[in-house]
């Protein structure tokens, strides 16, 4: 029984890995929708040319793919909740990559999500 237990352990250990993983990928995705936005044009051709749209597209679907994976290997209401860090890395990567500021609100609510995904972690 605890060698049952022990490997549960593992694979929810693994499917959070996972959902983490595909929460910071999809941060790099939006990073890169909003640079290809900036710049975006509806014509075909402009669509196709436009790299970091096209970037953003690939990056987001990856994404997905890990995290589709990863809830495979977890309960729902738990692992849900961690998409929720894609939030913080959106807003550090923005200030890194995009040039955005933070300011106290946005630590603020870095630090409320920071909480309340712990909290439903200590909870699950």
Request: charge should be positive; proline fraction near 1%; include cysteine.
């Amino acid at each position: 029984m605890a060698a049952e237990t022990e490997v549960k352990v593992v694979a929810e250990l693994w499917a959070v890995f996972l959902v983490l993983l595909a929460a910071f990928c999809g941060s790099f995705g939006s990073v890169y929708f909003k640079k290809g936005a900036d710049r975006l044009e509806f014509s075909l051709k402009s669509l196709m040319g436009n790299t970091d749209l096209m970037r953003g597209v690939l990056i987001y679907g990856s994404s997905t793919i890990f995290y589709v994976v990863g809830i495979k290997g977890g309960e729902l209401s738990v692992l849900f909740p961690l998409v929720s860090t894609g939030y913080i890395w959106v807003c550090l990567l923005s200030v890194r990559i995009l040039g955005e500021r933070m300011n106290t609100l946005k630590w603020a609510g870095i630090a409320f999500i920071l909480l309340g995904v712990s909290l439903i972690g200590l909870g699950g």
